[in-house]
T-cell receptor
Framework: DGGITQSPKYLFRKEGQNVTLSCEQN?????MYWYRQDPGQGLRLIYY???????QKGDIAEGYSVSREKKESFPLTVTSAQKNPTAFYLC????????????FGPGTRLTVT | LAKTTQPISMDSYEGQEVNITCSHN???????ITWYQQFPSQGPRFIIQ???TKVTNEVASLFIPADRKSSTLSLPRVSLSDTAVYYC????????????FGQGTELSVKP
């Protein structure tokens, strides 16, 4: 089955620690995205990547970092510099950048205490 | 990116047709209208996309008037499993795939 996987589903960390969220896709999509969702809110774009070895900041990139060394993988690191890291994180992909039909993973709920 | 306005919440009953309207007065000539559905603690799912007039698929219909300043997502004969948040997005392919999600419309379907 083709799709996007995110792991883990739930993640707990202590304040001050960096944490990396996994995102893998086997859809052969060029573009990948990371969003953050807070309770009762829509999604906000953190970073996106149009092709391998390339990525751009989204609207709320501060305190986050990404890499795109392989087409299938787009991990997100939440650093200690992110002031409010507790949120629901969603990874998505699309065939090419600019497509409004994006495929989303199941999400990772990160709790930092 | 065009701003969208949609009702915060709607209630319906099983078997009814539900119409969710989205306003996008500043839609640009090359913008498409896209709708997503999101269940709690899950990622959004693409439902339908259109440019003008009417689009229909196995899940929903999308009605877009000639001036394109609004659009209506129509869900025929809803069931309890259609309870979700529905997002209307407007934009074109020159925006690098950036999706702007507003608060969406929380649809509650009751038995």
């Amino acid at each position: 089955d083709g799709g996007i996987t995110q792991s883990p589903k739930y993640l707990f960390r202590k304040e001050g620690q960096n944490v990396t969220l996994s995102c893998e896709q086997n859809l052969n999509h060029d573009a990948m995205y990371w969003y953050r969702q807070d309770p009762g809110q829509g999604l906000r774009l953190i970073y996106y990547s149009q092709i391998v070895n390339d990525f751009q900041k989204g609207d709320i990139a501060e305190g986050y970092s990404v890499s795109r060394e392989k087409k299938e993988s787009f991990p997100l690191t939440v650093t200690s510099a992110q002031k409010n890291p507790t949120a629901f994180y969603l990874c998505a992909s699309s065939i090419v950048a600019g497509e409004y039909e994006q495929y989303f993973g199941p999400g990772t709920r990160l709790t930092v205490t | 990116l065009a701003k969208t306005t949609q009702p915060i919440s709607m209630d319906s009953y099983e078997g009814q047709e539900v119409n969710i309207t989205c306003s996008h007065n500043n839609i640009a000539t090359n913008d498409y209208i896209t709708w997503y559905q999101q269940f709690p603690s899950q990622g959004p799912r693409f439902i339908i996309q259109g440019y003008k007039t009417k689009v229909t698929n196995e899940v929903a219909s999308l009605f877009i008037p000639a001036d394109r300043k609004s659009s209506t997502l129509s869900l025929p004969r809803v069931s309890l499993s259609d309870t979700a948040v529905y997002y209307c997005l407007v934009g074109g392919d020159n925006q690098g795939g950036k999706l702007i999600f507003g608060q969406g419309t929380e649809l509650s379907v009751k038995p």
